[in-house]
């Protein structure tokens, strides 16, 4: 019997280790089949990375995502200082391209996370307002922290961009306004060659009890009066090539801080196109006029030495006009100045006008009979500089009376006229004269010159006050470089410097009739 009992244990024995022998296979065959050949930990702890923390270097970057310099940043200090455009903006979220990018939340051991309001010790985080420490400073180490300045660009004289057609031997004006917390000390413009070399910089400096807080790069009025950086930057002078354009400021206590840098070419081509910069000044009250630059920024080329140009045929087609004026003879202007010419023309052939004095008098005479020779409407040409486009090329303008030497483009002629119209020429009113409604004029004044027994000096002020001011035309008399009398416009110098300006002329406010 007990022999029995021992076979029957054995062979109970023998099954069970039979049967965890095949449990222990089928689990291994489990664990194979769940893991690919050749994969191990490590292997899986590189996909975790790539996957959740996408931790790279610059240099392993695509060209397209690589971070490009931009002309203005925002530094780290409070009150918002400019960076270097070599400086990488930063964001909430993300940091520097000298960075590895990180993650919210977390990050591989050998990485020290960057969140949002704490990191480890050996990285500062990235806040909105702050940069790590390992990325270059957007100023330079010995500006003060709380110092803030700012580059302002102008819309209408935006700095030049590879984009941006520069001709050799033409003027290019910048603008832009620098701003500061505290006084501005220096402003310095260079323009480098793409070796590196200076070619032409300009450099304003400041006394610190003067106080500048803002400075701007261009006068508008090109006033003598106004010393601006943008008048010395010549870039006339600069032969074909590319170049680099960096706007440096200094503040005080600090050293200059480099506030916005662009790219640009100087080009010869055959066709130029017509930039904002390159007039003078005035582009924004020619965009007020036409409403878009297309309508008047045309394409060009001219000749050396000559001061016409020849003007894109497409542009001339599409905007270039007649309009009917004087006697019924036609002017060419621009298609947008025809209503403002049609309606001088009228102001001129139905005004009339009487001037007295002790020795002569003119008795009612036609406001149009003063224009004793009209010298072109449009006239496609460069200024007398031949640095500027004038505005007959757009058909705005036209020159009355140029043959008068008180009319001429000289800068001596506004005092003469100034002088004959605001101290000698008395205007009484409106008062009928042999049964004409005149507008009613005496003269003190003693002039050698008269025409239709009218003082020369102030032939040209009638017919501007009596009619093109009337029609919306500006005056050239008002020139901040000089004086033109014969010249009025619709698309350069404003009106209200005949109303309010320091040589305002202005008499007559009450008409006979102000829709002839």
């Known amino acids: 019997m007990k022999r029995v009992i021992l076979f029957l244990s054995v062979i109970f024995s023998l099954i069970l280790v039979n049967a965890c022998q095949s449990d222990i296979a089928s689990i291994e065959t489990v664990s194979s089949a769940a893991t690919p050949a050749g994969d191990d930990h490590t292997s899986d702890s590189s996909d975790y990375e790539s996957v959740h923390f996408a931790v790279s270097t610059p240099e392993e970057l695509p060209a397209a995502q690589t971070p490009q310099p931009i002309p203005v940043t925002v530094s780290p200090s409070a009150s918002g200082t400019v960076s270097p455009s070599e400086t990488p903006s930063v964001q909430q979220t993300e940091s520097p391209s000298e960075t590895s990018s990180v993650q919210q939340t977390e990050s591989p051991s050998e990485t020290p996370s960057v969140q949002q309001t704490e990191s480890p010790s050996e990285t500062p985080s990235v806040q909105q307002t702050e940069f790590p420490s390992e990325t270059p400073s957007v100023q330079p180490e010995n500006v003060l922290s709380e110092t803030a300045v700012a580059f302002i660009e102008s819309s209408d004289f935006p700095l030049p961009s590879m984009k941006t057609q520069i001709q050799r031997k033409k003027p290019f004006w910048i603008d832009g306004t620098i701003r500061a917390a505290s006084s501005i000390t220096e402003v310095l413009v260079q323009i480098m060659d793409d070796h590196g070399n200076v070619r032409c910089e300009a450099d304003k400096q400041f006394p610190v009890e003067d106080n500048v807080l803002a400075y701007q790069l261009l006068d508008l009025t090109f006033s003598s009066e106004i010393d601006c950086i943008s008048e010395d930057l010549r870039f006339q002078d600069l ?278």
Not at 455 to 483: D, K, M, Q, V
Not at 492 to 503: A, H, K, Q, R
């Open 239 to 516: 032969p074909v090539g590319a170049y680099n354009l960096r706007i440096y400021a200094a503040v005080d206590g600090g050293d200059a801080l480099l506030l916005s840098e662009s790219q640009f070419r100087i080009t010869d081509e055959y066709w130029i196109q017509l930039q904002p910069n390159s007039l003078r000044g005035n582009y924004s009250t020619a965009l007020a006029f036409f409403g878009s630059p297309e309508r008047f920024l045309f394409r060009y080329r001219y000749k050396k030495n000559s001061p016409i140009i020849t003007v894109d045929s497409d542009w001339v087609n599409q905007y270039v006009a007649q309009a009917t004026c004087l006697n019924g003879k036609k002017w060419t202007v621009h298609v947008d100045a025809v209503p403002y010419f049609e309606q001088a023309c009228r102001y001129l052939e139905s005004t009339y006008v009487h001037v007295s004095s002790d020795k002569y008098d003119s008795g009612p005479f036609c406001l149009a009979d003063l224009v004793l020779k009209m010298d072109g409407t449009m006239i496609r040409r460069f200024t007398n500089s031949k640095e500027f486009i004038s505005h007959h090329s757009f058909g705005t303008a036209i020159d009355i009376n140029a043959h008068y030497p008180s009319q001429r483009d000289k800068i001596a002629n506004r005092e003469q006229i100034y002088q004959e119209v605001h101290d000698n020429l008395i205007y009484n009113g409106i008062v009928e004269v042999n049964g004409k409604q005149c507008y009613d004029f005496t003269y003190l004044g003693n002039a050698r010159r008269l025409i239709h027994d009218v003082p020369e000096p102030i032939i040209n002020y009638l017919l501007y006050e009596l009619a093109f001011y009337r029609a919306g035309f500006s005056w050239g008399a008002y020139y901040p470089h000089t004086c033109d009398a014969m010249h009025f416009s619709l698309s350069e110098l404003s009106p209200d410097l005949f109303v309010d300006g320091p040589y305002a002329m202005r008499k007559v406010y009450d008409y006979i009739d102000d829709t002839p």
